[in-house]
């Protein structure tokens, strides 16, 4: 396995458009994050999934947001009617569950570049 | 919730010793983490601490105080490609997931 996956790894988009990431974690995961990062910041999470459950959304940034883990493997991150202030790196990280350090592995992210 | 305060920015000498101190508080302890950040890359994880004390991983060490709700992060033998930004984090609940700070930007110089 490879690691953590994200594609696209940019996107530069208009405002008003919908945009779609997807990520793929390495394999034996079952726990899968999504998280925000602006310049200088750090990654700022908006929610996770256990297998196919998301277990918590409630700091997903507002109801343009949304993710999905259909089947517990891949998961898409959807950011509909985008805005200037949504440009930013998102990062997906994957984890088992109920491992000791609960130890996140992130993936290169997905710049996303709204105009 | 969770508060994480780490300082923005450091800068130090090859060669030298750097401390990248972290305090937090949260509403129940699970652990802390220091992840390196490279400019451009993704985080990738360096500590975990549980317990009182300092754990000793090469060049890096991590101390945690839980009384304090305080950790740093010690390099040693800084080396140009130590020059990176470094997160302190907590869990938001359980063992996951995980809450990050701003980052402190170590800057290694000549």
């Known amino acids: 396995d490879t690691g953590v996956s994200q594609d696209p790894r940019h996107k530069i988009t208009k405002r008003g458009q919908n945009v779609t990431f997807r990520c793929d974690p390495i394999?034996?995961?079952?726990?899968l994050y999504w998280y925000r990062q602006t310049l200088g910041q750090g990654p700022e999470f908006l929610t996770y999934?256990?297998?196919?459950?998301?277990?918590?959304k409630s700091r997903l940034l507002s109801d343009r947001f949304s993710a999905e883990r259909p089947k517990g493997s891949f998961s898409t991150l959807e950011i509909q009617r985008t805005e200037q202030g949504d440009s930013a790196m998102y990062l997906c990280?994957?984890?088992?569950?109920?491992?000791?350090?609960?130890?996140?592995?992130f993936g290169e992210g997905s710049r996303l570049t709204v105009l | 919730g969770q508060n994480i305060d780490q300082p923005t920015e450091m800068t130090a000498t090859e060669g030298a010793i750097v401390q990248i101190n972290c305090t937090y508080q949260?509403?129940?302890?699970?652990?802390l983490f220091w992840y390196q950040q490279h400019a451009g890359e993704a985080p990738t994880f360096l500590s975990y601490?549980?317990?009182?004390g300092l754990e000793e991983k090469g060049r890096f060490s991590s101390f945690l105080s839980r009384s304090k709700g305080y950790s740093y992060l010690l390099l040693k033998e800084l080396q140009m490609k130590d020059s990176a930004s470094y997160l302190c984090?907590?869990?938001?609940?359980?063992?996951?997931?995980?809450?990050f700070g701003k980052g402190t930007r170590l800057s290694v110089i000549a």
């Open positions: 990280a994957s984890s088992t569950a109920g491992q000791g350090s609960g130890e996140l592995f």
């Open positions: 394999s034996e995961h079952n726990r």
């Open positions: 999934f256990q297998n196919e459950a998301q277990l918590e």
């Open positions: 949260t509403s129940g302890f699970n652990g």
């Open positions: 601490n549980v317990l009182d």
């Open positions: 984090a907590v869990p938001l609940s359980g063992n996951t997931p995980l809450v």
